[in-house]
């Protein structure tokens, strides 16, 4: 089974308050802790435990400038064969049908049986997965949170859909997935797994390795492009407890009391 | 010149969901003089499609036993076939139109719009709009080029539903158009639905749910929690994360994939507050939410915030509520 999958270096929400800068022009990135994308390190822990089972690679690949490579280097770390960096200034700006048609360049230089990636990064998109399985003609699921291969021609997939059900479907290869967290228990990757990748060689390749014309992705070519950011105010928001911690809970027991919260 | 939007129909037993009335009014926002046209797939669908004849100018009924349930390979083949190039198109951004509309959009050559919130007006050929970043941190506009139509999938909840009007629309049989040539995506087939388990306590009855998110931090806090649903009579539930990592069941997990909960009080402890988290509560309960970031997303939706570090809070609320009884 060759199997490829796409990661995108993205800042940790969990990790860090998101703010916008003075001229709303971006978030403010100055003190940002970045990480793999959550859903893509399924996607990787996934395409690792398939391999393991039925033999073949794993490729990691993303599209984003010389920083985009220690997140190919961890998911090397996790366990992927190989890593591609896709870079070049023509690239920057792309909106997400130009970011897929710079993955399906790299995509069809190879011979991939499964290609994942996670089912949204940090804008919540949600959309190169279906749109490259349509740029490239093959099947595509959607939120999946189970794999078996079935033989080299097939699998059986679970789909996670509303209040917790699980749709399950056979699907041909190649296909596209898109993969949802908890499909796996992703694997810890400790400050040695990265040493023992830290000097492997990570090819990088650019519009013209790719064949991909400068003019059809990037910023000039984007259909969809951010005009600003803004924190917005939605609802009246809450009412802050003041005072100091002891203050906060002797206020807070009050208004549970008053409103059936403490039975 | 108005535009022509086609809105995809979300239907079960026989019931047109929420979100049809609520991309009607996405729709108006986007151009008040629209011609709006339904998209009904299933199989009986008589009874949903004169429902929406109130509601749009045109309904599209696509009626076949192979629709019975919606293969979103199936049909994104067909729509690509019998929706105009150049089209709008309207699609709820749930777990079907995450699997249908990134694909229709490169099948029809538009652009794609994902998650969207809001419309502002189309300028020069733009359509302005507003989608959330950062788990719902910051917003942002953006600009989307509509010359060549577009999909776009629209957040439930973020419009609020037109009122059924009196468009005196037409059933249109769309079924024969829609079959000639055959059933494309036969390489996605559907199988079965399997149904969630259920969890040894109903969090969907619950009058108080104490509800924890990855602030906890570590799998072994989540006993301050649990001493403190003690104290207060509630019941244990949580966010998405917790659930991933194990550290409790799938039937405590609360939010659009997991389940619908309606109780009178719902406290917050280290959840940011995503859409899809807030999606399954219902019901208006007295929201208290616990945050060490002032800015997260939950505080807007609360009735009241605390901003403090969880670990600390908590156990001191426990223990205050336990010296009083
Ligand atoms: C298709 C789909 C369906 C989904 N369905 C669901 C669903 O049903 N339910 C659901 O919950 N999610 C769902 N999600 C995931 C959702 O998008 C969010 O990722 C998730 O809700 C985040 O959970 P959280 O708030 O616990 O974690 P985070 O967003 O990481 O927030 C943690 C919060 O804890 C705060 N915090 C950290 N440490 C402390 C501390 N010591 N004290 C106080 N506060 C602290 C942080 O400031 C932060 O606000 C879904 C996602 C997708 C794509
Ligand atoms: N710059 C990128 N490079 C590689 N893969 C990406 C990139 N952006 C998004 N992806 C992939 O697409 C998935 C969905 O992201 P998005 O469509 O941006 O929400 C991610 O989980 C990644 O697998």
């Known amino acids: ?263 | 010149m108005a535009l022509q939007i086609y809105v995809y129909i979300l239907h079960k037993d026989g019931v047109v969901d929420d979100t049809a009335l609520e991309m009607v009014a996405a729709a108006g926002k986007l151009d008040p003089a629209a011609s709006l046209t339904a998209v009904v797939f299933g199989s009986k669908t008589d009874a949903v499609c004169n429902s929406l004849t109130a509601s749009f100018k045109e309904v599209w009924k696509i009626d076949n036993d192979a629709f019975s349930y919606p293969n979103s390979e199936v049909i994104r083949g067909i729509l690509a076939r019998i929706i105009p190039k150049g089209s709008m198109v309207l699609v709820a951004h749930d777990h079907f139109g995450m699997d249908l509309a990134p694909g229709l959009s490169i099948k029809l050559d538009g652009t794609y719009l994902p998650d969207t919130v809001g419309f502002d007006g189309i300028e020069g050929g733009k359509l302005k709009a507003v989608r959330q970043e950062y788990g719902g941190q910051v917003s942002t506009h953006v600009l989307c080029d509509i010359s060549g139509g577009a999909v776009i999938t629209i957040r439930a909840g973020a419009f609020r539903a037109a009122e059924a009007s009196d468009a005196g629309g037409a059933v249109v049989d769309k079924t024969a158009d829609a079959l000639a040539g055959g059933l494309p995506g036969g390489a996605r087939r559907f199988i079965e639905i399997v149904e969630a388990e259920v969890g040894d306590v109903d969090i969907t009855k619950s009058e108080i749910l104490v509800s924890v998110g990855r602030g906890i931090g570590e799998q072994e806090n989540i006993e301050i929690i649990k001493e403190l649903a003690k104290a207060v009579g509630g019941d244990v539930s949580c966010s998405r994360p917790i659930v991933d990592a194990k550290w409790l069941e799938k039937s405590r997990q609360v939010g659009t994939s997991g389940l619908t909960v309606k109780p009178k009080v719902y406290m917050a402890l280290g959840i940011s507050g995503s859409f899809q988290h807030l999606g399954g509560i219902k019901g208006s309960p007295f929201i208290v939410a616990v945050n060490k970031n002032p800015k997260a997303p939950i505080f807007q939706v609360a009735e009241i915030g605390v901003i403090e570090d969880l670990l600390e809070f908590v156990p001191m609320l426990t223990e205050k509520i336990n010296e009083m009884k």
């Open chain 1, 1 to 263: 089974m060759e199997i490829l999958v796409c990661v995108k270096r993205v800042p940790d929400t969990a990790e860090n308050e998101i703010s916008v800068n003075s001229s709303g022009s971006d978030i403010e990135r100055g003190d940002l802790v970045y990480s793999v994308n959550e859903w893509d390190n399924y996607a990787v822990e996934e395409a690792i435990q398939i391999r393991d089972k039925a033999g073949g690679s794993v490729t990691v690949v993303s599209v984003g400038d010389a920083d985009s490579e220690e997140v190919l280097r961890r998911e090397m770390a996790m366990g992927a064969d190989k890593g591609v960096l896709l870079s070049d200034s023509a690239f920057e700006g792309s909106d997400g049908k130009g970011l897929a048609s710079i993955l399906k360049a790299e995509i069809e230089k190879g011979k991939y049986d499964l290609i994942l990636t996670g089912t949204q990064a940090d804008d919540g998109a949600g959309q190169i997965g279906g749109m490259l399985a349509a740029m490239l003609n093959l099947p595509y699921a959607s939120l999946v949170n189970r794999i078996e291969v079935l033989d080299g021609k097939k699998i059986k997939l679970g789909r996670e859909i509303a209040g917790g059900n699980q749709e399950i479907s056979e699907m041909d290869l190649p296909c596209v997935l898109s993969i949802q967290t908890g499909i796996n228990e992703p694997r810890y990757v400790g400050i040695r797994g990265i040493r023992k990748v830290a000097s492997v060689e990570i090819p990088v390749h650019g519009a013209s390795d790719l064949g991909v014309n400068p003019g059809s992705v990037g910023k000039a070519a984007a259909g969809v492009s951010r005009v600003d950011y803004y924190v917005p105010a939605l609802g009246k928001g809450a009412e802050l407890l003041e005072g100091s911690i002891e203050e906060k809970v002797e206020k807070l027991i009050e208004l549970l009391k008053s409103k059936g919260g403490i039975k």
